[in-house]
Nanobody
Framework: QVQLIESGGGLVQAGGSLRLSCAASGRTLSDYAMGWFRQAPGKEREFVAAISWGGGSTDYADSVKGRFTVSRDNAKITVYLQMNSLKPEDTAVYYC???????????????????WGQGTQVTVSS
């Protein structure tokens, strides 16, 4: 069973930056399209960013466009979410997700993904 492991969360002041990473235990992510989602207390899990299998296509929620960047390394071992100009409303648990894919499609809904990480907390103070 492939397990996704997120890292890089923490506490940061508004306007600061964090970079989240997501890796798969024991294998690469070469056969997967990837997504980042977040869930704040009392709210539903929401889409943040997605990247296609080859990395050529990306998609972002309107709330993070221009501030967040999703990427993956050439070896497809790790997927990143660079978060800049963070706001208090970005506070949430952030999850990475993987979907078996070898296309240019990005997936923006939770039900598209079969594999999920355990989440990493991001807290932005005002």
């Amino acid at each position: 069973q492939v397990q996704l492991i997120e890292s890089g969360g923490g506490l940061v002041q508004a306007g600061g930056s964090l970079r989240l990473s997501c890796a798969a235990s024991g294998r690469t992510l070469s056969d997967y399209a990837m997504g980042w989602f977040r869930q704040a207390p009392g709210k539903e899990r929401e889409f943040v960013a997605a990247i296609s299998w080859g990395g050529g296509s990306t998609d972002y929620a309107d709330s993070v466009k221009g501030r967040f960047t999703v990427s993956r390394d050439n070896a497809k071992i790790t997927v990143y979410l660079q978060m800049n100009s963070l706001k208090p409303e970005d506070t949430a648990v952030y999850y990475c997700a993987a979907k078996t894919s070898r296309s240019t499609v990005t997936y923006t809904t939770t039900f598209a993904y079969a594999l999920w990480g355990q989440g990493t907390q991001v807290t932005v103070s005002s």
